[in-house]
């Protein structure tokens, strides 16, 4: 302990198995210790402060030993954060430019048992929130516990009392489950387990995401506490949204799905304000339902809707056990269909039949023209995985886990769309470039937001060395020269690779690319690379393993 470097913080949480140490820091020797709050307290020094008392404290929803034997077996990737919250410096080795002034904060589910009861399903577990904070050089981290419902919940009960991804609270009787489904219907079962992402608003505040709209948590950048709900005050109702809206200083963008009448709404919310405003709705063309829509990209003018022939499922929804696709069924029969919505006027200026396909990401989409500079189709850019929807059950935490170095992760591709606006019945879906440059893995992909709907030339994401059972690989992908540059390190899982200009930049990929590794020994660092060369330049060590996260964002410093 003796050797973390701890910043200015007064108290932080470092380590447990079933107990997890509390350290209160102090920059100059207080009257009294903080001894009350412990059943062991004890005076050190660390190298940064001058007395550091710490405190072991029973900590039941974080994993006992038997529990943490097995975890320590499998990857820390998939294996549940062992304490409540931890903020320190982190050593650097290597160089962070000095003008990478702000924090990057990725969110993902980072606790995946209550007790000794494990999720199953990656999707699953709690949010955890991880900062970088760069400053002139130096880099200050930490991670904290999103505080939503359900994890409350599940802390002070010591059970899941929220329906997640795929697991549903347990109910004892005929009458029980009748009081669970009502619940259903209203929303108040759903989880607002924030684990999927995280965004800044306009008006600078911070919110985590998940695709249930109750799950809109506004939390501290700094800090990392959750300060409340995000309510969305409005009458468009609906329990669901994308996951990912598509958020910048002016506007925040999302799709409401309708599983009563299939179709979308496409909503706009100024920023400063929770009033969601409708911009047009979409019927869906096929199925009983609409498809899951995770995300969904923009042009400069156009909302691209994608209707998915992976399907939400009511009678899935009704399961309390998973059922192979979860919520959702794959109806190819229903076909798969891209819909463009112009933004200004809610008019659908297209809606295409397209080949069959499944994509939990969009990367880009941005309008293609003529010599006369008139619009003839919008191209939109996805994370493609072959229409084969074996990807969600690869995100099982058991295949996660026991799989390790098995080429087992189905093929992916960058899936182009091009969607004519001349009033043609179908649209195209071909891989942009060849997927042998990135592996054939492809997920978990970022741009450079100042190329946000417009023509752009790079995206990173995660890809594949194979064999593996996951992403394993960072990859900057050129689209004009069908090109990949990869980085990859043995055992590693690297994640959500995220782009951050330099400030003044001309050039699209003039910037750093962060991520956060996930080690084979169960350690973890955060790894910055040059945008350009993509080749490494500077890393910096967590003094514990790292799970796995899925999105982040950047906020910059003021
Ligand atoms: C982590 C991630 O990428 C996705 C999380 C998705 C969640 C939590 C979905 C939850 C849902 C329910 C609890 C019931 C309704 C359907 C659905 C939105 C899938
Ligand atoms: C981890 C993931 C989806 C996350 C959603 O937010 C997909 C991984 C796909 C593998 O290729
Ligand atoms: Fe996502």
């Known amino acids: 302990m003796a050797s973390l470097a701890f910043s200015a913080t007064t108290k932080s949480y470092v380590s447990s198995s079933n107990y997890r140490i509390v350290l209160y820091k102090y920059d100059a020797k207080p009257e009294r210790l903080p001894f009350k709050e412990g059943i062991f307290a004890r005076k050190c020094n660390t190298r940064d402060s001058i007395v550091t008392n710490v405190a072991i404290q029973p900590s039941p929803l974080f994993p006992s030993p038997e529990k943490q034997d097995f975890a320590e077996r499998n990857h820390v990737a998939w294996t549940s954060v062992r304490q409540e919250r931890w903020e320190g410096e982190l050593d650097v080795q290597g160089m962070i430019p000095l003008w990478l002034s702000g924090t990057y904060l990725r969110n993902g589910p980072g606790l995946w048992n209550i007790e000794?009861?494990?999720?199953?399903?990656?999707?699953?577990?709690?949010?955890?929130?991880?900062?970088?904070?760069?400053?002139?050089?130096?880099?200050?981290?930490?991670?904290?516990?999103?505080?939503?419902?359900?994890?409350?919940a599940a802390r002070k009960n010591r059970r899941l009392c929220y329906r997640e991804f795929s697991e549903v609270p347990k109910t004892h009787n005929f009458l029980a489950y009748i009081g669970e489904l009502a619940n259903l219907f209203s929303g108040a079962s759903l989880t607002d387990n924030a684990n999927t992402g995280v965004v800044k608003l306009g008006d600078g505040s911070v919110v985590c995401l998940t695709e249930t709209q109750k799950g809109s948590i506004i939390v501290d950048p700094n800090t990392l506490d959750t300060l409340g709900k995000f309510e969305y005050k409005d009458s468009l109702g609906g329990l669901i949204h994308s996951a990912h809206p598509i958020v910048t200083d002016e506007e925040f963008l999302t799709l409401l799905p309708d599983l009563i009448n299939p179709g979308y709404l496409v909503v706009r919310m100024e920023p400063g304000t929770n009033e969601r405003k409708l911009i047009g709705r979409v019927d869906c063309r096929g199925g009983p339902a609409p498809g899951w829509v995770h995300s969904f990209p923009v042009t400069e003018h156009y909302v691209v809707v994608p209707e998915m022939p992976l399907r939400y499922c009511a009678q899935n929804l009704l399961k309390a056990e998973p059922t192979p696709l979860y919520k959702f069924e794959w109806h190819p029969d229903s076909k798969g269909f891209v819909h463009v919505m112009c933004k200004a006027s809610g008019k659908i200026v297209a809606s295409v039949e397209v080949p069959l396909f499944v994509t939990f990401h969009f990367i880009n989409a941005y309008e293609e023209k003529d010599e006369e500079g008139r619009v003839t189709a919008v191209i939109a850019d996805c994370c493609e995985h072959n229409a084969d929807t074996t990807i969600l059950e690869k995100l099982r935490l058991q295949n996660l886990r026991s799989l390790m170095g098995v080429d087992v992760?189905?093929?992916?591709?960058?899936?182009?769309?091009?969607?004519?606006l001349d009033g043609s019945p179908y649209g195209k879906l071909e891989a942009a470039l060849d997927p042998d440059e990135h592996g054939r893995g492809m997920d978990m992909c970022s741009i450079n937001p100042a190329y946000l709907g417009k023509k752009y030339r790079y995206a990173y994401a995660c890809g594949a060395q194979r064999p593996c059972n996951f992403p394993n690989t960072l990859t900057k992908i050129d689209l004009f020269e069908k090109k990949a540059k990869n980085w990859y390190e043995e055992g590693a899982v690297p994640s959500e690779p995220f782009f951050v200009a330099r400030p003044g930049a001309t050039e699209e990929d003039d910037?750093?690319?962060?991520?956060?590794?996930?080690?084979?020994?169960?350690?973890?660092?955060?790894?910055?690379?040059?945008?350009?060369?993509?080749?490494?330049?500077?890393?910096?060590?967590?003094?514990?393993?790292?799970?796995?996260?899925l999105h982040g964002c950047w906020v910059p410093k003021n």
């Open 511 to 549: 910037g750093v690319v962060i991520s956060m590794i996930s080690e084979k020994n169960g350690d973890g660092y955060a790894l910055v690379l040059d945008g350009s060369t993509f080749e490494e330049i500077a890393r910096a060590k967590f003094p514990y393993g790292l799970p796995y996260g």
């Open 409 to 420: 992760l189905p093929d992916a591709r960058v899936g182009r769309f091009r969607i004519p």
């Open 116 to 152: 000794d009861y494990n999720f199953r399903h990656l999707f699953d577990g709690y949010a955890t929130l991880v900062k970088l904070h760069f400053e002139n050089g130096r880099l200050i981290a930490g991670h904290r516990q999103i505080e939503s419902d359900a994890y409350k």
